[in-house]
């Protein structure tokens, strides 16, 4: 079974908002990484300066960024045949909705699962489900938080140390 971890970084919450980076790891059937993909992505309008501090990305970072039409052509052959993964999936999935309708593509169908949901189930007592604070609790790097590319990378790894707690599980 394939996973395509997807993070995005946007410009703000609501649906009118844009995607302004966009972060991709593959994990195989092996339970590996085998691949990552990252663009930054061309905005519609200005970012807001609370989102530039926050992810640290700024006007001139997507000043010559591919357009929304170009990422999304990259990243279809990716999340083909592949169960959908997040942190808070839900905030990830609707952005990737907007866009695959925006740029004439039809709606992700495949199966979605939130790291969230496993955290609370295989790690019920962690301080926070904070991406970074939870990637600190697992042992695991993350360098860049609020960057699509480390923030896929750390889900990817939180989400294996999920799959790992789930194998360790009795049968009956």
Known sequence: MKFAVLDFETTGT???DDIIQVGLAIIDHDRTVSE???SMVKAG?????FITGLTGISNKDVAD????????LDMIPLLEDAVLVGHNVGFDLGFLQRALDRTGYLPFTGRVLDTMDFLRIFFPNLPSYQLSMVSSSLG?????PHQADSDALATAHVFLKCL????ELPLI
């Not at 695991?140 to 860049?144: E, P, S, V, Y």
């Not at 790992?164 to 194998?167: P, S």
């Open 164 to 167: 790992d707690e789930l194998d």
């Open 14 to 16: 609501q649906a009118t």
């Open 45 to 49: 309008g200005k970012i807001p300066a």
């Open 36 to 38: 990552v993909y990252s």
């Open 140 to 144: 695991f790097q993350h360098d860049r």
């Open 65 to 72: 960024a591919p357009a929304l039409d170009d990422v999304m």
